[in-house]
């Protein structure tokens, strides 16, 4: 049985991912996770669609709220930094 899974689910991969930004509060722990989750989505040759129409509106929402630390600014402008620096 297990020679005939080639590769493991999306939803293996992405659900921890998901939790992770959603519920850790450490600055550096969410922009990481946020970037897996990127590279993540953009690797999957065939990405849960459905999981994903559920979980982007509940990100959207946390990306813009107060309490979510890791913002654009700080992914990017960090990354920015270490290439100038």
């Known amino acids: 049985m297990s020679s005939?899974?080639?590769?493991p689910p999306?939803?293996?991969?992405?659900?921890p991912l998901i939790e992770m930004v959603?519920?850790?509060?450490?600055?550096?722990s969410q922009i990481g996770a946020a970037?897996?989750?990127a590279a993540?989505?953009?690797a999957a040759p065939?990405?849960?669609?459905?999981?994903?129409r559920k979980v982007?509106?509940?990100?959207?929402?946390?990306v813009k709220g107060e309490g979510f630390k890791a913002k654009t600014e700080d992914v990017f402008g960090r990354r920015r930094r270490r290439a100038r620096g």
């Open 4 to 7: 005939q899974v080639t590769h």
């Open 22 to 28: 959603t519920v850790e509060q450490d600055l550096n």
């Open 40 to 42: 993540t989505i953009e």
């Open 56 to 62: 982007l509106p509940r990100l959207g929402k946390l």
């Open 10 to 15: 999306f939803s293996t991969v992405s659900k």
């Open 35 to 37: 970037m897996c989750l």
């Open 46 to 52: 065939e990405p849960e669609v459905e999981q994903l």
